[in-house]
């Protein structure tokens, strides 16, 4: 049975390069000390921690800006739309610029814009600073493009899945540590210590991080932006990965962006500490993020889809019985978290290997239908709330997951077309 996600030989079924690109000689790939990707995994965790700060306080932020419970979502929604844009604008610069000097002028940014959001005094600001947020965060994105672009192949996935535990650290501690802070300072310290840390960090970044060489290109960023939708069309593992990343973090969205609704009501009534402390549960997803990357690298990628898809399925099930007992919310949210998060790694790793010299674009358009799953998890399950109740959203989830495992069966048995491997081009090598 041939499949088109055989891991990281599957650059060589692509064609050649989109658009001109300026040759480069290949440059060597020394294997990246452990503190350096440690430094990278944190980055991107504190980056990416931005975006679900909000999750386990939209009752209370809701409350204070006069937001009902069916459009309070609008919150994560907008965060969600902000990084959407963000993928498509700001990460494909990493390709094209100094990826240094970019990871570091975004985090600044970052800083003042959850500043603005813990100084919010009237709903169209807080909306307005909460999209800034989700635009600028993708700065997550160019941390992971950067870190594979240094690693070698041999040893990408590993790198990959180490910097995406950090990414999954962050997404679990935000929710826990903004919840705490809420009950001690109330909803806006969580934004304002964020803001403090993340300015902390771009000092630090600009620090550590390796100066890189970067080539001319011959590409205008017109170019560069039009070259993402050639990728796009060119690319059938691309294609296929992205439409995954869509309904895996419709999924993740949807448990995600809702929990704190049922938990803050009876019979549960939970503060916003025990609320964010749920996040915890899902510890296991950053686990699962390193075994991935390294199953990636042995080609076994079908195989980590496969099942995490069929996890993340029956992940509902417990979910559901969450009014129930909390039990069933700790298991169901441990499944699911690890599931979305071993498929997500392979996805990264084998979009990347398509065409290492693309990588920021390639990085950039696939986690823009993660932005849009996310998106439409957090809007769809809020609304789905105030309709039906905590068993809808559970059904809701359930769908997203099935159409996620549907596609992965439907899609194994074409043949990818194999060419000639286009020349791998180098863009940037640590000095």
Known sequence: MADPDVGPRAAEATPEP??????????AHPP?????????????????????LAQPLLVTMGRDFGLSPGTVGLVVTLTQAG???????LVPLGDLVDRRRLIVTQFAVLAAALAAVGVAGDTALLLAAMAAVGLLAVVTQSVVAYAASLAGPAERGRVVGLVTSGVVTGILLAR???GALADLAGWRSAYLVSAALTSTLAAALYRVLPRTDVAASALSYRELLGSMVTLFAGERVFRIRAALALLIFAAFGTLWSSVALPLSEAPWSLSHT?????????????????PAGRLNDRGHARWT??????LLTLSWIPLAFTRHTLWALVVGAVVLDLAVQAVHVTNQTLIYNLRPEAGSRLIGGYMIFYSIGSATGAITSTTMYAATGWIGVCALGAGFSGSAL???ALTLDRPSKRRPAAPVVTRSAAR
């Open 18 to 27: 989109a658009g001109p690109v300026e040759p480069v000689e290949p440059a």
């Open 176 to 178: 826990t540590v903004s």
């Open 83 to 89: 990084y959407g844009l963000g993928l498509f604008l």
């Open 305 to 310: 889809t496969g099942v995490g898809l069929v």
């Open 406 to 408: 549907a596609l992965w």
């Open 32 to 52: 990246l000390s452990r503190a350096l990707v440690l430094l990278f995994a944190a980055a991107a965790g504190v980056a990416v921690a931005t975006v679900y």
């Open 274 to 290: 025990a609320i964010g402390a749920f996040g915890l549960a899902g510890v296991a997803g950053a686990l699962a993020a390193t």
